[in-house]
């Protein structure tokens, strides 16, 4: 092991450690739940802004914070807060991944070019009760694409894609609700045509970068699921779903769901 390699991964236990003593030290003393054997472990991972991140005190306690809000309570350890925080700048870490079902919880962070973020949306409203390739948006669909591409301006999102059928014939619906985005940075849309494709071509072409992704309803859950998400909601008849999965460097992912509406006052 080459000692830049190993110094990253040393940072990495690093903080762990730092950040599981914290979380043992803040746990209280009622029930204590550890993880057996024979139960697989949930892990969830949130990302933060570096660039505002800072340890602030709050009501007596040491906080680890950037412009949204906590990322990790150290309680009373001022020194941990500062040498975590100095660790992460370093390593350039943006995500912070949980471990649960262990006492206490094992904390760890990811740096931003190990992740592959996969922003996957169901197309927006459309204009006619059909599936035909050709159906457009409805003016509702208009307004929830713009409020997609204003969502996404400061996203990163480097590649988007939307669907064809078997045929090669674009779906104008998905190409609709992602091509404001992709119109404003500068760059087309490309397409694909199964779940199978698309999962391959992110995982294959797209590590490390950000992307965005319009399907259908009967497709959106797959392509959660091919992206290593367990049991993925289903979405019929909603168009407001946005689905953020963080594909890490082992092939383990985590998956944020979020909801999004269209301004009314869009023209």
């Given at each position: 092991?080459?000692?830049?390699?190993?110094a990253?991964?040393f940072?990495?236990?690093?903080?762990?450690?730092?950040?599981v003593?914290?979380?043992?030290?803040?746990?209280?003393?009622?029930k204590?739940?550890?993880?057996?054997?024979?139960?697989?472990?949930?892990e969830?991972?949130?990302?933060?802004?570096l660039?505002s991140?800072h340890?602030?005190?709050v009501?007596?306690?040491?906080?680890?914070?950037?412009?949204?809000g906590?990322?990790?309570d150290?309680g009373?350890?001022?020194?941990?807060?500062?040498a975590?925080?100095?660790?992460?700048?370093?390593k350039?870490?943006?995500?912070?991944?949980?471990?649960?079902?262990l006492?206490?919880?094992f904390?760890?962070?990811?740096?931003?070019s190990?992740i592959t973020?996969?922003?996957?949306?169901?197309h927006?409203?459309?204009?006619?009760?059909?599936?035909a390739?050709?159906?457009?948006?409805?003016?509702?669909g208009?307004?929830?694409?713009?409020?997609?591409?204003?969502?996404l301006?400061?996203?990163g999102?480097?590649?988007?894609?939307a669907t064809?059928?078997?045929?090669?014939q674009?779906y104008?619906?998905?190409f609709e609700?992602?091509?404001?985005?992709?119109?404003?940075?500068?760059?087309a849309?490309q397409?694909y045509?199964?779940?199978?494709e698309?999962?391959?071509?992110i995982?294959e072409q797209?590590?490390?970068?950000?992307v965005?992704?319009a399907?259908h309803?009967?497709?959106?859950p797959?392509?959660?699921?091919?992206l290593?998400?367990?049991?993925p909601?289903?979405?019929n008849?909603q168009?407001?779903?946005?689905f953020v999965?963080?594909l890490?460097?082992d092939?383990?992912?985590?998956?944020?769901?979020l909801?999004?509406?269209s301004?009314?006052?869009?023209?």
């Open positions: 092991m080459n000692l830049s390699l190993r990253y991964w940072g990495i236990v690093l903080i762990s450690i730092f950040l003593g914290v979380s043992y030290a803040d746990k209280s003393t009622g204590k739940s550890f993880l057996s054997t024979a139960k697989e472990a949930r969830s991972c949130t990302p933060f802004d660039k991140l340890v602030a005190k009501k007596g306690r040491w906080k680890l914070m950037d412009g949204k906590v990322v990790h150290f009373y350890k001022a020194k941990r807060a500062r975590t925080l100095s660790t992460i700048r370093q350039q870490f943006s995500l912070i991944c949980v471990i649960h079902d006492f206490p919880p904390i760890y962070f990811v740096p931003e190990q973020k996969v922003i996957v949306v169901r927006a409203e459309k204009a006619a009760d059909s599936n390739p050709g159906v457009e948006l409805s003016g509702d208009e307004k929830r694409a713009t409020t997609l591409s204003n969502i301006n400061v996203s999102v480097s590649a988007v894609f064809k059928t078997s045929g090669g674009s104008k619906r998905t609700t992602v091509n404001n985005y992709a119109q404003s940075k500068g760059f849309v397409y045509k199964t779940v199978a698309i999962v391959e071509l995982k797209y590590s490390g970068q950000s965005l992704v399907g309803s009967s497709s959106v797959g392509i959660l699921e091919g290593g998400i367990d049991d909601p289903g979405i008849g168009f407001n779903n946005l999965v963080f890490m460097s092939d383990t992912a985590s998956m944020m769901h909801k999004y509406e301004h009314s006052n869009l023209d």
